[in-house]
């Protein structure tokens, strides 16, 4: 599991990768505060349990600097899933996996070290991300929106906060995109289903069952990555989240060790 | 002699459909094997299971005196290529070989020395999606060099090579093979391996047909002697001439083609050119062909289709 760690994060960190996460890291810690900012209302306007929307109240508190990446990251859920479930169906689509497994034939430790080392790189990237966007909401606040308490000691439990859960969110997306590239194997077809399902499938169920917010895993994303609503609290989600993680990686385990690799 | 590799009764199957029958085969410790047949004849499933890719249905295989069912025990010291070498395009080829060095934790000083045995030294920096089948696939033969392996099992590696190319990869593998490894190397090529392989492994419909040493694979079959006439009209008189001395012969358009046995075939070559000479019959080709591995393979296909 360390070499295949070592050696996914190796590939992860190439020169060209870096460059363009780079070029991903500044156009999106510069661009999604302005369109936060845009989009914050005074909490007075804002519907109570209504969609989740940026206050000026909220973001003009302690936390209110990381929040900011915490609204950001929350609409980038379907991009991310589609990505992970991309590179991780793509591997089965070029043969990389027979590659690696005749380096590295253990395929527990083949997949558990693939998703450490792009949680860790997906982690590293989430906290220079949280920075740029807490720098650069420095300049681009308006609307309304005081950054005078983002300096203050309450901010950075704050920080430390949203950046949890938003990792907690990634590391759900990453491993149900990892379970769906493994189970399903072509990249076109995982992705149909992953976003066939988290995208109209759960939200047309959940307007007319109310309790899909309790066990639809796409909305419990969601709301782990909203930190918690009124329909569901931080504590279940993360909860439900976990157990539903537990077997999505329980199963992809079973299903690549039993599998032939024959692509 | 050791065996590198060994199987019994090793068996796949899809379904109904079967790959792999009982497969018994072996390759010595330091062969250079040839394994041979027509494409879908079970070559590619059989390295599979061997580097254990792929789970066989049936039957039990060592490699390097471990049982594929724990490749982990011996693939550090195999090198492979099965099928198109499959690796990440956005990387470059020397980054491509980093990935793999650290995967298989081989020493990765060692990247330079055989991107220029194959040809590469001079594209390092170039992207893997950028190269052209040949240059994937010579990339391919550096990442299973990777670690110095023991035994090298590689699938058609001339495949998407040009004639200088295959003659290159020809080349690397009887200098691989100098080098005290073993090689097991498919091709539906014949004439590809007849020039490097001194062990055969004849596989067709999923079912070995002959595991030996390659002389005695070619060996076992006679050669020929082939009579072609000045003048056209003098083949039949020549097809007399050779039914005279006892021997059977078939035609072609313009050649006779007798069957030696197990006569000397020198002796008897020269024995036709004297008689047809007596007979008046002037002969512009008198040739001994020995059998090739290729030649030896189609009548065992074909005698086996009969």
Redesign the interface.
Known sequence: MI??Y??EL??LT?R??LLVAGFLLLAGGFGCPALVFSAAKPAAQVKSGGSFSPTVESLSAAGGGTQVFQYAAAFMGTLLFVLFTGLFAAEHA???Y?????????RTGLLAGKLAALLTYAGTLLALLEIVMWVAGQFEAGNGVSTAKWTSGAAIPAALGDYLTVLAWVTGYAVYALALGILIRSVPIALAVGIGWAGPFEHIVSDSWTAAHHWFPGLLLEELGQGGTSQESLAKALATTAAYVLVAGALTVVAFR?R???A | MSEAISTTGLTKRYGARTVVAQADLTVPTGAVAGFIGPNGAGKT?TM?ML?????PTAGQALVLGQPISA??RY?RR?G?L???????????AE?NL???A????HDARDIPRLLELVGLADRRAD?FGRFSLGMKQRLGIA?AL?GDPALMILDEPTNGLDPAGMRDMRALISQLASEHRTILVSSHLLTELEQVCNWLIIVDGGRIQYCGPAGEFAGSQHPTIELATLEPRDLLALADVVAAAGLDAGRTRDHLVVEVGDRDAQRLAADLNQRAATAGIVLTELRVTRPTIESAYLRMITEDVA
Not at chain 1, 98 to 106: A, K
């Open positions: 070499r295949t070592r050696a190796r590939r190439s060209r990768g070029r043969g990389t027979r590659t690696m497994l005749l380096r590295q034939p253990g039993r032939d690799v024959s | 499933t599979a580097l254990g890719l792929v789970r490749p982990e693939l195999v492979a099965l099928e198109a070498p499959a690796l990440w395009p956005g990387l470059s980054d980093r990935v793999l650290e995967l298989g934790g992207r990442a990777l």
